[in-house]
């Protein structure tokens, strides 16, 4: 259940009367998600999702929505937020921020084959590239500084096998980011949590991405370090598929070539990408937020991919 905000028909039409989108027709909490409150809404218009951001400021949500706008406007398969009358993407509801998005046909794929991974990479390539001219700027928000912040507040939770990995890894990376070829690499907007549960599919056709609201500028080789990790793996082991691997690093590469800087950070940002999302869900399993109610998604799955990362290479960028 991941409705923290109830909304009711009245709320949606009393909302509606600032959207060009008709009346409200009904409306349906939609019970996956961590973050945030969702809905599909029925309107006149057809069918959207309304979002209320538990944890968001209004402050940080125009760099959210105005970029899946930017995204969408250049083709990227991305919802498409819908201004109010005032020409607003963020409204307020029941105190907090909201926004309604187009929603995107089809479902996610959980068992994803080469030709959806090679559909992903293309897509993130196509995203990165159109972003370029995206005016907004707001730091990875989950990047090094957070994990410096948050690494003292979990380490008491750990037993000294895991506090040992966690203190290296932190060692090693910021090592890694020190480096000269880390600060060469190209930069710009990234989606920061393209798991196969933020993408849509219809058959082997991709929809669409969502979930934009760990986005933020970052390296372009994490969000694909991020993206592989989830993608390319065999769930149970985190050991890498490398017919998946290769499927989504050439479709990427086909449309945005990898620099020989990308090249020479590749393995050690995807102990970067597993070090990432190993802390957060740490973070929320010891230290939960007060609006969390629900089941914290397992942090061991990123200690084994963190751990495999370390021990195995994973196949190159390019050949
Ligand atoms: N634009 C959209 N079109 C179609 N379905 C959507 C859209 N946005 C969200 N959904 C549906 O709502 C569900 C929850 O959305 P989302 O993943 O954004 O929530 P969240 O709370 O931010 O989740 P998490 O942080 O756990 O990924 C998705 O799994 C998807 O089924
Ligand atoms: N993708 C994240 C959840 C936040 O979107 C995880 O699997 O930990």
Redesign the pocket.
Known sequence: M?VFTAVSLDDLTLLLKKFPLGNAIAIKG?S?????S?F?IDTARGEY?L?IFENLSFAQLPFYLQLMRHLAERGVLV?APVPDESGELVVPLHGKPAAI????EG??QMAPQPVHCAAVGAMLAKMHLAARDFPLQQPNLRGLDWWNETTPLVLPFLDERNAHLLRAEMHFQSAFAACDHYHRLARGPVHA?L?R??V?FVGERLT?F??F?FAGCDTWLFDVAVTVNDWCIDLDTGVLDSARVRALLDAYHALRPYTADEQAAWQPMLRAAALRFWLSRLYDLYLPREAEILTPHDPTHFERILRERIATPAPELFA
Do not use: C
């Open positions: 991941a939609i996956s998600g961590i973050e945030n969702n599909f999702v979002t919802p998005v187009s929603k995107l479902a996610s949590d798991f549960n933020n849509m669409g969502f979930d609201y």
